[in-house]
């Protein structure tokens, strides 16, 4: 009487996952000694290793042959992922002493920015080169950049006649702004004023930053008759 053997199947061990650009590392389990990988795989030296690189999805299978010399196959598919590809949102110029918020995309497994925070939203104050890495729920990687910068501080310019005379008074005007807001609580591009003192105004442009400028009146006296 002749026991005839059952079918060895190998248990073959990978990720079966492989994103762009990456190597998926396919190991048979060690009761049985590989005899032949597929062709297909990276590096042919690794025939009869026990564990192969692969750089392409497909369907890929190892024979093997155990201590009695007996043959078993098992297949394994590994399954081709595309790297994510993040678009950062948010605004790229922000007012100076201000900041920005900058937004990920939702769905991903992890977040890592340059700033070395893992949230999907992050607040930045500084004028710089951001960079975003994300990786999906398959392990794949995608990073993108963006650059950022602040705008100009507004420079408000005052005229008017930087004098008046005792007892009277004298109009100064801004330039054409947003808002304003002068030291005398006018918020208006021009005010009247009747006092010799420093007098400053803060603007806001259609941004929505801020700038000072300052003008001193002085008060000259009422000439005497002879």
Partial sequence: YVARLPEYMPEIFGDGNLCDGTLDTLIVD??????AWSTNILRPLDLFQR???VDQPGTYSVT???SLGCIGRSTFEVLGRSNPV????GDLVFCPEGSTTLNAPAGYQAYEWSTAETSPTIIVA???????????????SGSTAVLLDTLPTPQPVISGQDYLCEGGSTSLTVDNYAAYQWSTGDSTSTVTVTAP??????VTDANGC???????VFERAAPQPD
């Fill in 86 to 89: 993040p678009a950062i949102t």
């Fill in 197 to 202: 003192m420093v007098y400053v105004v803060t």
């Fill in 30 to 35: 060690d009761a049985f000694t590989p005899t």
């Fill in 64 to 66: 093997v042959e155990d």
């Fill in 210 to 216: 801020a700038g000072t400028g300052q003008y001193t």
């Fill in 126 to 140: 500084e004028a710089d080169s951001i960079t975003l890495t994300v990786t999906d729920t398959f392990g794949c």
């Fill in 51 to 53: 564990s192969v690189e």
